[in-house]
Nanobody
């Protein structure tokens, strides 16, 4: 049974930084791409970033490009999201997700991700 557990959310002032972590278990972590999504109150879940199985390729939403960095350590079964220069509009619940099949790193639709964590809340104050 695949499990994804996020951590690292919290309250931060605009311009600050946070690092989110997602620990995976239940299958061979290095066989699958990973993604981060977020959902703000009253809005649809949106793609943030994704990373290939090896970590050699990454893909970002335009809204976070240059500020967020996704990475992974396969030996630790963990994917990270380093968030810098945070803005109030980054406030959301952040979810990590993983597809069930080999998936291009540019896959941004939530419907292509089979497994989801419970989410970690990020609040950026102005």
């Amino acid at each position: 049974q695949v499990q994804l557990v996020e951590s690292g959310g919290g309250l931060v002032q605009a311009g600050g930084s946070l690092r989110l972590s997602c620990a995976a278990s239940g299958r061979t972590f290095s066989n699958y791409a990973m993604g981060w999504f977020r959902q703000a109150p009253g809005k649809e879940r949106e793609f943030v970033a994704s990373i290939s199985r090896s970590g050699g390729s990454t893909f970002y939403a335009d809204s976070v490009k240059g500020r967020f960095t996704i990475s992974r350590v396969n030996a630790k079964n963990t994917v990270y999201l380093q968030m810098n220069s945070l803005k109030p509009e980054d406030t959301a619940v952040y979810y990590c997700a993983s597809p069930d099949t080999p998936t291009p790193v540019q896959t941004t639709s939530p419907k292509h991700y089979a497994y989801w964590g419970q989410g970690t809340e990020v609040t950026v104050s102005s």
